[in-house]
């Protein structure tokens, strides 16, 4: 079968026809894309330039200077970027990063997309424009509704939204039809009453961002260690010796943390990097410590030197080699020891706190050494190298990302990773554990509160009894299963709440299709995304709330919480005057729809109490464990969450660690064929587009590229910076996505890179993980000169140079 994303892309008519197929259309065809122009370091001087220039440009003078005082301040707001902690004592003038900068500007934007705008632009018009473009538009103020039939959104008050969701979700023949859907931006007492929403309800469809992001660590970590979550703390960085980052590119996705890697290498511990691309932010990292930005004296010196070079050993590993990678090094550290005794493995860690440890080794002993050179793309020599790292490592932390979890084996992955720090006791141990880089910034709250298709027990035992309901025992859909049940018709409500799976999920034009077959979409936004352009026979588009706004209820500003990637629950207060007077609160839409739900008591719940943020923290004291006297303590200021597996307590189903024995993966690439990973850019949040530059690769003004090692550029006979289509193949069949252009980039050997959501087209809807993962970053491609130059979307000007 042949799933062609674009035809010929030779004039606007046709481009039509692909984007109206769910095609993100071109935004320029005049990238220009130079690995010349690449920056030698991360931060420094640009960084600050383009922190100060985003701010300004959207937000205003005085706007700049309170928030980006008030992020991440115990009394101001917790930062809606990533989840990369804040120091416990060490917190800064200005605690934020570049991209932390953008992602606050972006939200607090001067723009408005209000009723008037709707009524200009016809959703057929919107849906040829960028994703950039539509992001770009600023911020929406009222709600809106589609209807059946309708060309455009028009104005709905918010008591109607409320009595027609209300009216639809009562009307469903089951529970199930209805799907609710949540991404790490909203905060935890939004996420819990979400969750208590569709639980009342009925239902466990709660699927999220998560399912595409860390599902496979979650999977692998509560397996192995008895939790789904990473046991490093920032003060672990401060004792380590050695630390391993794995898939992630920190310079663009966690910038903050150049700051603890910094001074991990100031203080002389030894740090990898296992990637295909060199990434920037990995390489020579300059300043990225914005307190100096208040420090006259210190900052020309800082900034103007040649900065810290971060890696000791760069492993270009090749897309999905990771799992033979780590094999082979455990092959060798296990063939040390047993010459050498005790020199590498922990024995008594291994034998007091560990199962698996027979089959573990024998599983190593079967894989061959050209099973694992082929496999990973490196050599034995690097191998060898890695291995005596990690042999001399004490106290090793290893840190990941999406280059390990978006993988048909990603669960193996970090089964491996786990495996890896099991040999040497590198858990519970000061300075030594997995630290698993989690995404949005409350990804990690949202499971903690509740959201997943496939609760535990106690939790919905605990829930019941606290709120007087009966939840579902059923398990619900994550994502993966969301997006079939919207195709074949037995989804008929989406509701979302933040997020936007139509541009984040796999495979557009199946999931165009399925979102487009919906009855009935509800979507709580920000801002504009080409999601609510998709939404089924009627839609609904519920302007709400940012994080850095102010929420008031009863006269008192409402204080909220998130949890970061390391466990710890963070006070965040909206310090801004909301950019509109009618936008409501995550907290209050939800509030209303269960009142038109349920009826205005709400019972047996009582919901208008829960616009009360200090009463929905009650409830979550009495139903999710380690938040006793959670209002106390949140305005004490921060807390963690209890770990078990930190204090070697492992709650597997042997009571400890479990080593794993896991397969590698066999490529067995046709001549011509590459793997293919999507990453981000450093201009993008998710399927926000901020901007059109990737400052860091050295490419300025377009997104539709493709990184191609240049030694396969010529193996397959095309030039660099040459436009290309690009096919995927998944069993049996195949997917195009036309006009994008080829660079020669220092990418590992066999392995292509792309952004996403462009390249989501390629990704088919069935591959997936062991966890319905999809394969985000495992795509099997092949390219051919392009049939025709790519259109360029309407309202962007092509832009040469930086
Ligand atoms: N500014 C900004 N910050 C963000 C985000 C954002 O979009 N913008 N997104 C947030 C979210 S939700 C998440 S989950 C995180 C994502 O953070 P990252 O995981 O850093 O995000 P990606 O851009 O997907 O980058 C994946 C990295 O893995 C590498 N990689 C790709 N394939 C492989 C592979 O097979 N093996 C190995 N070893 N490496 C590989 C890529 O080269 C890249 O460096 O960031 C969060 N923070
Ligand atoms: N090919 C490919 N696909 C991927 C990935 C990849 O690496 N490669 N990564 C995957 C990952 S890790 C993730 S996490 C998903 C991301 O998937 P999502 O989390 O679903 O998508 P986002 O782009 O983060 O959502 C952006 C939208 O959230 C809304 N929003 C922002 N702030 C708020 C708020 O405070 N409240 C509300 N109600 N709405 C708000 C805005 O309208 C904005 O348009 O994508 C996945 N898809
Ligand atoms: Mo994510």
New binding site residues.
């Given amino acids: 079968m042949s799933i062609e994303t674009s035809t010929k892309l030779a004039t606007r008519g046709e481009q039509e026809r692909t984007t109206a197929l769910g095609d993100t259309p071109a935004e320029t065809k005049l990238a220009k894309v130079s690995v010349d122009d690449r920056c030698k370091e991360a931060a420094g001087i640009p960084a600050i330039v383009q922190t100060m220039k985003c701010g300004l440009r959207e937000m205003g003078v005085a706007r700049t200077t309170r928030t980006f005082l008030n992020v991440n301040k115990v009394d101001g707001f917790d930062c809606q ?2 989840a990369w902690p804040s120091p416990d004592n060490k917190r800064k003038v200005f605690e934020f990063c570049e ?1 932390g900068a ?1 992602a606050i500007a972006d939200e607090l934007t001067r723009r408005r997309v209000e009723p008037s705008f709707f009524a200009k632009h016809a959703i057929a018009d919107l849906i040829e424009q960028s994703d950039y473009w539509l992001n770009a538009q600023g911020r929406i103020t009222h709600p809106m509704i589609k209807r059946e039939g309708a060309t455009h959104f028009e104005p709905i008050s918010w008591a109607d939204a409320f009595t027609r969701i209300g009216a639809k979700l009562r009307a469903l023949p089951h529970p199930d039809d209805a799907i609710f859907y949540t991404s ?1 931006k909203t905060v935890n007492e939004a996420a819990f009453l979400f969750q208590l929403l569709a639980r009342q309800f009925g239902t466990n469809n709660l699927p999220d ?1 998560s399912n595409m ?2 599902e496979a660590s979650g999977t692998a970590l509560t397996d192995t260690i008895g939790i789904g979550k990473g046991t490093v703390t920032l003060e672990d960085f401060d004792h380590c010796d050695t630390v391993l980052i ?5 310079g ?3 910038p903050r943390m150049l700051t603890t890697l910094e001074e991990v290498k100031h203080r002389g511990a030894t740090i990898v990097s ?4 060199p ?1 920037t932010g990995l390489m020579r990292v300059i300043n990225p410590n914005p307190q100096d930005y208040s420090n006259p004296l210190k900052l020309p010196l800082a900034l103007l030197g040649s900065g810290t070079a971060l890696t000791d050993l760069f492993v270009p ?1 090749r ?4 799992a033979a990678l780590l094999q082979g090094v455990m092959k060798l550290l296990v063939e040390r020891d047993r010459k050498n005794p005790g020199s590498v493995i922990d024995r008594a860690f291994v034998a007091e706190h560990t199962s698996g440890w027979d089959d573990f080794v024998e599983g190593l002993e079967k894989t061959t050494w050209e099973e694992i050179v082929a496999s990973s793309g490196v050599d034995r020599t690097m191998i060898e190298q890695l291995a005596d790292i990690v042999g001399r490592g004490k106290r090793m932390i290893i840190l990941w ?4 979890t978006q ?1 048909p084996n990603g669960v193996d992955n970090v089964r491996q990773v786990v495996n890896l720090l099991l040999l040497g006791g590198h858990i519970g141990r000061q300075g030594a554990g997995p630290c698993c ?4 910034s409350n ?1 990690q709250g949202d499971r903690t509160m509740g959201i997943w298709e496939r609760p535990k027990e106690a939790f919905l035992a605990a829930l019941d009894a606290e709120m007087g309901i009966r939840s579902p025992r059923q398990a619900g859909v994550d994502t993966v299963e969301a997006l079939h049940a919207l195709h074949d018709g037995s989804a008929k409500v989406f509701f979302a709440i933040s997020g936007n799976l139509f541009s984040a999920a796999p495979d557009t034009r199946f999931t165009a299709e399925a979102f487009r077959r919906c009855p009935f979409v509800v979507h709580v936004s920000t801002k504009l995304h080409r999601g609510h352009l998709f939404g089924g026979q009627e839609a609904i588009l519920l302007p709400c709330l940012g994080r850095a706004e102010r929420e008031v209820y009863g006269g008192k500003v409402q204080l909220s919480s998130a949890e970061d990637s390391m466990g710890i629950v963070n006070p965040t207060r909206g310090t801004e005057e909301p950019v509109h007077a009618d936008l409501l609160s995550d907290t209050e839409i939800i509030v209303r729809i269960a009142q038109a739900t349920f009826g205005k008591e709400g019972q047996p719940v009582d919901w208008e109490s829960l616009l009360d943020h200090d009463r929905v923290r009650e409830h979550i004291s009495r139903v999710i464990p380690g938040f006793d006297r959670f209002n106390e303590r949140l305005r004490e200021g921060f807390f963690y969450l209890p770990n078990a597996a930190r204090e070697r307590t492992f709650r597997t189903s042997t009571g400890k660690a479990k080593f794993s024995s896991c397969g590698i993966p066999q490529h067995d690439l046709a001549p011509g064929e590459l793997l293919m ?4 850019s450093h201009d ?3 399927t926000v587009v901020y901007g059109l530059d990737d400052r860091y690769r050295g490419v300025w003004g377009g997104r539709r590229v493709i990184f191609v090692n240049p030694d396969d550029l010529k193996e397959l006979g095309l030039a660099d910076g040459q436009s290309v289509d690009i096919t995927s193949h998944f069993e049996g069949e195949t997917r195009t996505a036309h006009g994008f252009r080829a660079i020669a980039y220092p990418i590992a050997r066999k392995s292509a ?1 792309s952004y ?1 959501p462009e390249a989501n087209v390629l990704v088919a809807v069935r591959a997936i993980n062991e966890c319905n993962q999809p394969a985000h ?2 795509v099997r491609i092949t390219l051919r000169a392009a049939s025709a130059a790519p259109a360029i979307a309407a309202n962007e000007r092509p832009r040469l140079g930086p």
Avoid at 677 to 680: A, H, L
Wanted: positive net charge.
């Fill in positions: 970027s990533c991209n953008k790490g961002c992001c860390h794995i898939g992630n590119n920190p663009s996705n966690h296992i990637n295909p691309m990434e590993v897309v999905n080699g990771d990302c999406l280059g390990l993988h880089v989690r995404g949005h990804v990973t999507t990453v981000r993008q949040f998710n890179a996403y970053k495992c």
